[in-house]
């Protein structure tokens, strides 16, 4: 395990902690809610008090503390290769028997179950339950679903379509231009979602219909935040991808692109669900930018439920949050079982 998979577990490891590291400099609902004073939390204050040129400063900071991070982690996964030297297929990942760490495992998963998912949905089926029992009138408003969905599948098409290039450019075209656009990609994951959103607000205005206040001006703002979540699942199944097996097909005939499509694109599937699977839930709970950027009248669950929760309408809040998690947990099992179907 630490000689082997370890080492070739290195890529997905690293981009995991960049993005944890990125998202978590660029949060700010759970802050704000703790009253913890961060970047970002410094950032919304200046803006609220129309202190925008101190704000730009703290964002300028937050995008040097951001860089940083990004430059460690392309000097630490650089000039290391992880595809198998054969020429070799796609093969059954191999199940290993914990024996006698089974238990500890169950337990670790059991205790992440629990915190991310039973202790959530516990508690707002008691806010629902309660307000329902003191006389509270909730409805499902099915408007939001349908926005929320029909929103999250534009913006995951669209980062998918933009984060395949992107990838092989960084991974297979190793010029200083790709490189360049795949760090600098990182950094609208890093920068607070209110600040990218506002600056997408003063560019939309100064250009006006029918570019302000559109889907189209939404869905960049989400293709800005979600990119680098698409980035690390497909750049860690590209750098598994042995290069040699393309250029097997370009020696069967096939032109650069057509031997990409039908021998990369299918082994690098699995990556593709991943990243489509994590978009997709990054978009689905958005709330800055779809307040600050969406259309008149465009409501979606998640501001729906910032909407009740602002006014301590906790058990009308408790039902587009139970809907949200229904939903995600609904599109995350089809990705799941489309996976398992690559892997089989």
């Not at 860089?67 to 000097?75: C, G, N, P, R, Y």
């Not at 290069?243 to 690098?268: C, Q, V």
């Not at 997709?280 to 969406?294: D, H, I, N, Q, R």
């Amino acid at each position: 395990i630490y000689k082997i998979i370890i080492p070739q577990l290195k890529p997905a490891i690293f981009s995991g902690i960049l993005l944890i590291s990125l998202y978590t400099l660029s949060d700010f609902g759970a802050v704000s809610l703790l009253r913890f004073k961060t970047f970002t939390w410094a950032i919304f204050l200046e803006y609220e008090t129309g202190g925008s040129h101190s704000a730009a400063i703290l964002s300028v900071g937050l995008f040097i503390i951001a860089m940083k991070l990004i430059i460690l982690e392309s000097l630490v996964n650089r000039n290391f290769r992880y595809h198998n030297i054969k020429s070799v297929g796609q093969k059954t990942p191999l199940i290993l028997k914990l024996k006698k760490f089974k238990l500890l495992g169950l337990l670790l998963c059991l205790i992440v179950f629990s915190f991310s998912l039973l202790v959530p949905i516990s508690v707002l089926s008691f806010w629902l339950i309660r307000g329902i029992y003191y006389g509270e009138i909730v409805s499902v408003d099915y408007l939001p679903i349908f926005n929320s969905v029909y929103i999250s599948m534009l913006t995951t098409v669209t980062v998918i379509l933009f984060a395949i290039p992107l990838s092989f450019l960084a991974i297979r075209h190793k010029s200083i231009l790709g490189q360049a656009l795949e760090r600098l990609s990182f950094i609208g994951f890093a920068l607070p979602t209110i600040s990218v959103s506002l600056g997408l607000v003063y560019i939309g205005a100064r250009i006006g219909s029918p570019i302000y206040q559109s889907t189209f001006m939404l869905i960049t703002g989400c293709l800005i935040l979600c990119l680098p979540v698409a980035l690390g699942p497909i750049k860690s199944r590209l750098l598994q991808i042995n290069p040699n097996l393309e250029d097997a097909g370009k020696t069967l005939g096939y032109s650069n692109l057509m031997s990409t499509f039908r021998i990369t694109i299918p082994i690098l599937r699995p990556g593709l669900i991943m990243s489509s699977s994590l978009v997709f839930f990054v978009t689905m709970k958005e709330l800055p930018a779809v307040l600050f950027l969406s259309p008149l009248n465009f409501p979606t669950l998640s501001t729906r439920i910032w909407s009740y929760t602002s006014e301590a309408f906790f058990a009308k809040a408790a039902v587009p949050s139970l809907i949200l998690i229904f939903c995600s947990s609904i599109i995350f099992a089809i990705f799941l079982y489309k996976s398992k179907l690559d892997f089989s």
